[in-house]
Each structure stands twice: as C-alpha cells, then as structure tokens.
C-alpha cells in the first residue's frame, strides 16, 4: 500500500520526481478529506495499477484537491443528464468545480443514472 497523504516540504524537495507546479502551500490533507474518500483514492490507485503496474508508484506525486470553476455551465440535473435525454455531460466540461475526484463523481452519478434507466 502506497503511503499517501502525508508529504512534507522535505520529502517533496528530496523525491525522484521533481513537481511541475511551482507554488503551492503543503497541507495536511487529512484534515480536508474524508477517510471515505481517502480510501476511495487509494482504491482507484490500486484499480490502476493493476491495469497499469507501476503507474503510481511511491514517489508519485499527487496534487489534490484541485478546485475551479468553468463557466458557462451547461444545463445538467443531478444525475449529469443534460436537457437533450441520454446525453451526459461529466468531469470537467460539467461546469461542476472540477478535477479527478469530482470528475470521478460525475461520472458515478452518470452511470448510477443509465444502470437504473
């Protein structure tokens, strides 16, 4: 199991892969996460490396939350559908604050909504 949520300025300044985003404030980010979604992240790391070995491995970085706003926002209900029937929109066109955890949700909404059509 991969030790995620815990980086340090020293650990990031010393890995093997160097980060692409220049600034940024290290948090904890236990303390903005749920344990439900922790284990959620560390489930779909696990899914992808089993599809890809090695994709994230101990010196990944991951970068998260990502919040932001895209505008204009297109007409969707709570389940993802827009107003033209069966078409959903998801991620980050869905002008829902945006990024892999909330795409991950969007999608799961969209999906939850075609099993039970």
């Keep these: 199991m991969l030790s995620l949520f815990n980086s340090t300025i020293e650990k990031i300044n ?13 948090i904890d980010i236990n303390s903005v996460i749920t344990a439900n979604l922790r284990r959620n992240i560390l489930n779909m790391i696990e899914q992808l490396n089993k599809l890809y070995p090695k994709a994230i491995q101990e010196y990944s970085l991951i970068n998260a939350p990502v919040l932001e706003k895209m505008f204009p926002k297109p007409f969707i209900d709570k389940h993802m559908e827009s107003n033209i029937p069966n078409i959903f929109i998801i991620g980050d066109i869905s002008g829902k604050v945006i990024g892999i955890i909330t795409g991950g949700a969007t999608g799961i909404a969209a999906g939850k909504k075609i099993i039970n059509s």
């Design 14 to 26: 010393t890995n093997a892969v160097i980060p692409s985003l220049k600034t940024y404030t290290n």
